[in-house]
């Protein structure tokens, strides 16, 4: 037993002391650094063991390296350039995108049948997907879908209605999330599931699985994106079951089935996905396709991409949503002047909500933008090498394979770019936002990799912010948190015990303009 004993603690001395040699990586390098005070898990001990919001501990580290271009991290063992230069940002994801196209996000297709997804790909197969899926979000096949938002955004109202009396509390970000679930079903795959009165669905679960968080699933996800093709030996607890995914799949193929059986066309990402698919199988039938072609567009890709337009629409939108009714509440007159935006260009437009009249909502854009600057809805990204990168104007060379660092959130909060970042100011982007500096806003990411539901995140948040504040005033109640507190569990920068607030109906305000 003894001998177990010292060769168990000569086993951890020994990781120690690697662990803590591969902290000198930098440090031979040249490159400004914050050493790790743990051995194994660098500077993510106090984000995986729950210990900060990930927004809150990125801008801490940020922060300490205020006059320099970019500066060195470590995640677990492995070392992680971060750039804090906007310009090396733009250059990174733009101009020099061939060399950083890879998200390091490695799921195989073979083994997960929704990894065919553009989350998960890179290279050429990537920018055949890319491009296949481009002209689905074009602004006119997004105005062909906007009943359905409006919809949806109707029975939000009914839904707030039932607060409204004595300013009854409701957690937005909750309400708010079966919203969304219900947008990306209806606009999906045309089905009308209802979630804001039936939270328990089968959507609503599974859209909550995929954001599940613990420490050790955080430990183990993270691991998967280190240690390359052997993460796919480990599972992550939670997430995602199998039956949850075979009911998803089954979702995608009896509504095509229903449809083709019925003759049923409707405008929604799950026609124009099959398009793509019918498409692609007529030029195999014709020759004009190879069948052992990777890039063709078959069940898979279909199946793979609506899962992924499902998880990542529902939840990031609603986050949006949800901290812009926080900041109109805190903020009324910029509430009132965003009511009286919206009240004067739908009298112009018969007092419908229409695709012309969120066009001219100008105020409301601003409203968006500062929203998605204080609360980006993922604290940043990252990029893989796909080749030796030297990083320009120095004379750092960067190993193919190495990971590199985007920190949107601390971007977003730095002083150099904002003024009194943490204030919200919808002003900021006046002119169009002319005077914000390239490189510095980055909601959605930036460059060919920038989110491709970018613009019907953006429609889906001004429909439902539209019709709301036609019909109520968002207030305070006894719940409302001011500051906020983050949920240090969760892998996005999200409010801990949620937004709660209240609402008000606005019929006396109405008789008055």
């Not at 955080?218 to 796919?232: F, Q």
């Not at 900041?327 to 009240?343: A, G, R, S, T, W």
């Not at 390239?438 to 948040?461: D, M, N, Q």
């Amino acid at each position: 037993m003894i001998a177990e004993v010292i060769l168990f603690i000569i086993v951890l001395v020994l990781l120690y002391i690697h662990s803590m040699s591969r902290y000198d990586f930098w440090d031979k390098h040249g490159v400004p650094v914050d050493k790790p005070k743990y051995p194994l898990f660098g500077n993510s001990f106090n984000t995986l063991f729950s210990l900060k919001a990930p927004g809150e501990s990125q801008y801490e580290l940020y922060m300490k390296f205020p006059n320099e271009r970019f500066f060195g991290k470590f995640h677990f063992t492995k070392p992680n350039l971060v750039l804090r230069d906007p310009h090396l940002v733009e250059t990174l994801t733009i101009k020099d995108f061939a060399v950083a196209s890879d998200r390091g996000i490695r799921d195989d297709p073979r083994a997960n049948k929704l990894a065919m997804h553009l989350l998960n790909l890179t290279d050429a197969h990537w920018k055949s997907l890319r491009n296949k899926l481009t002209p689905i979000f074009s602004p006119s096949k997004l105005k062909g879908m906007l009943n359905q938002l409006v919809e949806c955004a109707e029975s939000l109202n009914r839904t707030l209605t039932t607060y409204q009396t004595n300013r009854c509390p409701f957690d937005a970000r909750e309400i708010v999330s079966r919203f969304t679930t219900d947008v990306i079903a209806s606009c999906t795959f045309g089905l009308n599931i209802d979630t804001l009165n039936d939270p328990n669905s089968m959507f609503r679960s599974v859209g909550k699985a995929a954001f599940e968080d613990t420490s050790t699933r955080k430990i183990i996800l993270s691991l998967k994106r280190v240690i390359g093709p052997l993460g796919k030996f480990l599972k992550a607890p939670g997430g995602i079951t199998n039956e949850m995914l075979n009911f998803f799949v089954n979702a995608v193929d009896e509504t095509i089935a229903f449809r083709k059986k019925q003759a049923i066309v409707r405008h929604d990402f799950l026609h124009l996905m099959n398009e793509l698919l019918e498409k692609d199988q007529t030029s195999i039938k014709n020759g004009e396709l190879d069948s052992d072609n990777p890039y063709i567009f078959d069940h898979t890709a279909l199946v793979s991409n609506a899962f992924v337009f499902f998880v990542a629409g529902f939840e990031t939108t609603a986050s949006t949503i949800s901290y812009a009714m926080y900041e109109l509440c805190l903020n009324p007159i910029v509430q009132d002047k965003v009511f009286q935006e919206v009240v004067g260009v739908t009298n112009r437009h018969d007092g419908k909500v229409t695709y012309e009249a969120l066009q001219e909502m100008t105020y409301m854009d601003q409203v968006i933008s500062e929203t998605l600057r204080r609360y980006p809805p993922i604290p940043g990204v990252s990029r893989v090498l796909t080749q030796e990168y030297k990083v320009p104007h120095t004379d750092l060379v960067l190993p193919k394979g190495f990971l590199i660092t985007i920190p949107i959130y601390a971007i977003h909060h730095d002083p150099q770019y904002f003024e009194n970042p943490f204030e919200f100011n919808p002003e900021r982007f006046s002119d169009n936002g002319t005077n914000i500096k390239k490189g510095t806003y980055l909601p959605f990411g930036s460059g060919p990799r920038i989110c491709i539901g970018a613009r019907f995140a953006i429609l889906e948040v001004k429909v439902a912010l539209a019709k709301m504040l036609l019909n109520f005033e968002i207030v305070k109640c006894s719940k409302t948190k001011d500051p906020l507190i983050y949920d240090k569990t969760s892998r996005l920068h999200v409010p801990e015990g949620g937004i709660w607030l209240a609402v008000q109906a606005r019929d006396n305000r109405f008789e008055s303009i």
